[in-house]
């Protein structure tokens, strides 16, 4: 039986989904599902909101499709089925001496959801998007492959990355390598007081990988208070990485209360010492932290969370310091909240990044954190912002059109590749994106 009933939900458990998969592990098996009748593709499901869902619908699962097809030792070229994990990648490939090019948070997002979404890493200043490392990909429309790339049906291959998996399933890919020192980091940390000395640090990185902390509590002299994370890949014996651990249950609501939040963000701003400190770890620790915490997404309890994500060009920086004034107020807050610099690199016409800085801040799911989210997406809009798709259950397709420039191109190529809506997904129903 090639369909089963399933019930999945996203990564941030807010929306939940009940339909027909089918797991095929040959890409022969995938073929024939797509000619009988074509449906989108999902992978891990980390994505937060409803982009990787299909509700009383069929999606075709990737996940079996993880095999690594070849690889360039020279050149660190590697051509790998979309089902891989980004993680399984750096995990055998780092001690050779190479990593994939751009990382997200969690190793367990695969090669098909990274290209869906173009996603960025901590060294997106630096190297730009996932999918500017790509150097071809395979698409599968209608049952037929095609070879796509810059070079060749370069509209089609900008409306595939970031495209959210709207112009057909992703088969494969060729990546771009890009050479490491070996399989641990060295991360420097440092205390930023406030926002403008956060701004200030980040401005003034030269290291190939930057991230920050922020603590969404902080409020007046302290507000954009947090810990900047500075990282090179070097060689040498560490101890292992840790097994992971897991959260067997939904935690209580009074685990995330504002009191308990705002203790842990102070007790995890002050463990860096004032002057600073450099650790040596291996690589998974600093790329992946959460993933050292199974089903961490529970911590929010059973009814989920929302993950705001936005990025403004350098001069709305003063639009995040209102909107971190209005989480901090808002009592909302998680300890999970994130800020960094961009680069200008991105792939697609409906990738994410812009030059500018990025701010990442999880809201358990309450009635008051829909309007808190509403409130900050329209105050993104206004600086001349965008808010990231990967990350997104509550947005519209006005906003979302009005924050991509290249919305329209998306479309069009879209409508061209799937003029019939085979590959829609229930973010893409949600905010009608395929209307230009």
């Avoid at 651990?245 to 102070?266: D, G, Q, R, T, Y």
Wanted: hydrophobic share 40%; net charge positive; proline share 6%.
């Amino acid at each position: 039986m090639r369909w089963k009933t399933a019930d999945y939900e996203g990564w941030g458990r807010a929306h939940k989904a009940r339909g027909e998969l089918a797991r095929p592990e040959r890409l022969s098996t995938l073929k024939t599902l797509i000619a009988e009748e074509p449906a989108p593709a999902i992978g891990n499901c980390r994505s937060y909101g409803d982009a990787s869902l299909c509700n009383n619908g069929r999606a075709i699962d990737m996940t079996r499709l993880d095999r690594m097809l070849s690889f360039d030792a020279l050149t660190g070229v590697l051509e790998v089925e979309a089902g891989i994990r980004v993680g399984e990648i750096a995990r055998l490939f780092a001690p050779k001496g190479w990593l994939p090019a751009v990382m997200p948070g969690t190793g367990f997002a695969t090669i098909g959801g990274c290209i869906a979404n173009d996603v960025h890493g901590k060294n997106h200043h630096g190297a730009g998007s996932f999918g500017q490392h790509v150097i071809s990909l395979t698409l599968l429309q209608g049952g037929k492959l095609a070879v796509v790339s810059p070079k060749k049906a370069p509209d089609l291959f900008k409306a595939t990355i970031g495209g959210l998996g709207q112009t057909g399933v992703i088969v494969s890919a060729k990546l771009q390598l890009i050479p490491c020192k070996g399989d641990v980091i060295m991360v420097t940390e440092r205390r930023a007081e406030d926002f403008e000395e956060f701004l200030a640090l980040l401005d003034a990185s030269t290291a190939t990988y930057t991230v920050g902390w922020i603590d969404a509590t902080a409020k007046g002299l302290s507000l954009g208070r947090g810990i900047l994370e500075e990282a090179e890949t070097g060689a040498g014996l560490v101890p292992p990485a840790k097994k992971p651990k897991s959260v067997p249950f939904n935690a209580p609501a009074f685990a995330l209360s504002p009191p308990v939040v705002k203790l842990f963000n102070a007790a995890y701003f002050r463990r860096v010492p004032e002057r600073g400190r450099t650790l040596v770890k291996p690589i998974s620790d600093f790329f992946f932290p959460l993933d050292r915490i199974y089903s961490w997404n529970r911590l929010y309890g059973k009814k989920g969370f929302h993950q705001f994500q936005c990025v403004v060009p350098i001069k709305s920086a003063p639009a995040l310091q209102e909107m971190l004034e209005k989480i901090a107020h808002s009592g909302l807050a998680s300890p999970l909240a994130v800020l960094k610099r961009m680069g200008s690199g991105r792939a697609g016409y409906m990738s994410f990044p812009m030059e500018g800085y990025t701010l990442a801040v999880d809201f358990p799911n309450r009635g008051r954190a829909e309007a808190l989210i509403t409130r900050l997406e329209e105050m993104t809009l206004t600086a001349g912002g965008r808010i990231y798709l990967a990350k997104d259950a509550l947005t519209t397709g006005a906003r979302i059109k009005a924050m991509y420039p290249d919305h329209a191109k998306w479309a069009a190529a879209v409508a061209k590749a799937d003029p019939e809506g085979s590959y829609v997904t229930d973010l893409i129903r949600r905010t009608n994106l395929r209307t230009a």
